[in-house]
């Protein structure tokens, strides 16, 4: 995702974080605003693009070798590359926070790719998850990568900022606590095992790449490629980006509460 997704995500997470949660890594972090997680929610997608963070750039996505739209699926020793991948970064930052290894860099980037294995093109191998995709979105020329991180849900919010985001994230708060997920968002968190990072992330990504076969390619990259996106694909992405980043919120504040009460 792009800036509005992972400060949005951020956002739906500190509404369902237990209150000692919130102290916790509002204590780390050195910041008690009511945006302390937001506002690092980003740091990672910086970090990658220096020399220091270079290696971290892998950890954003799993390149899964499916065939979509006829075939979908992810494999972890198929699809993790040697140089690491979303759902062994979940691993390791994991185990760093449940040690207290408590830095800033460490949370900054538990709450960032938790965000990144529900965007469906982070779990896609295929033209290096879409990037290599040609499209054109209100008729400016991307790519299909792009459109599903940072496009489509800028266009369906009508901004990036901060305020945006605290928007977005209290409209999906509510569809989650009252709305239209109410019925499902405890289904949400079946199978979250803090012991077993790897497990548990790869059902999130294995859920999410489902989406590659049914809206992202549903008829192939021939049905996208050189496409205008911004009409009928749009409308259809949008109730997946919708569900996508809200289970991402929701995961990310049960993931952080396991957390604060099982550090070392
Ligand atoms: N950004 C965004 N959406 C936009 C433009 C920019 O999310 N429409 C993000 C990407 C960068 C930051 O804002 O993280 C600054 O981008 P830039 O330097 O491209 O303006
Ligand atoms: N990305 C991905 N899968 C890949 C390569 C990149 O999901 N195989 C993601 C990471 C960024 C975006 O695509 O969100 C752009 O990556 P880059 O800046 O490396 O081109
Ligand atoms: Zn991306």
């Known amino acids: 995702w792009g800036t509005l997704g992972h400060e949005t995500v951020a956002f739906i997470a500190q509404n369902f974080v237990a209150a000692d949660t919130q102290v916790f890594f509002s204590s780390i972090l050195q910041d008690t605003s009511p945006q302390y997680l937001a506002k690092v929610a980003t740091w990672a997608d910086s970090f990658r693009y220096t020399a220091a963070g270079k290696f971290s750039a892998p950890f954003h996505f799993i390149d899964a070798e499916d065939s979509p739209p006829d075939s979908c699926g992810v494999k972890y020793a198929r699809d993790c590359g040697k140089s690491g991948c979303v759902v062994g970064a979940i691993l390791n930052y994991t185990s760093q926070l449940l040690d207290s290894s408590l830095d800033q860099a460490t949370i900054n980037v538990a709450a960032k790719f938790l965000g990144d294995i529900h965007q469906p093109l982070h779990d896609e ?130 993931w952080l509460d396991l957390i604060a009460v099982g550090v070392r």
Request: hydrophobic fraction near 35%.
């Open 125 to 254: 191998g295929l033209d290096r998850g879409g990037n290599s995709i040609a499209v054109t979105f209100g008729g400016v020329a991307t790519n299909l990568h792009h459109i599903w991180d940072t496009n489509m849900p800028e266009k369906l919010v009508g901004g990036y900022s901060l305020d945006d985001a605290q928007r977005w994230a209290n409209n999906l708060t509510a569809e989650i606590q009252t709305g239209v997920y109410v019925d499902e968002a405890k289904s949400w968190l079946e199978g979250v095992d803090i012991a077993d990072p790897v497990t548990t992330s790869l059902r999130w990504a294995e859920e999410t790449n489902k989406y590659v076969c049914t809206t992202v390619l549903p008829t192939g990259k021939d049905g996208v490629e050189n496409q205008e996106l911004s009409g009928d694909y749009y409308e259809a992405a949008v109730p997946v980006i919708q569900l996508q980043i809200a289970r991402a919120g929701y995961r990310l504040a049960r």
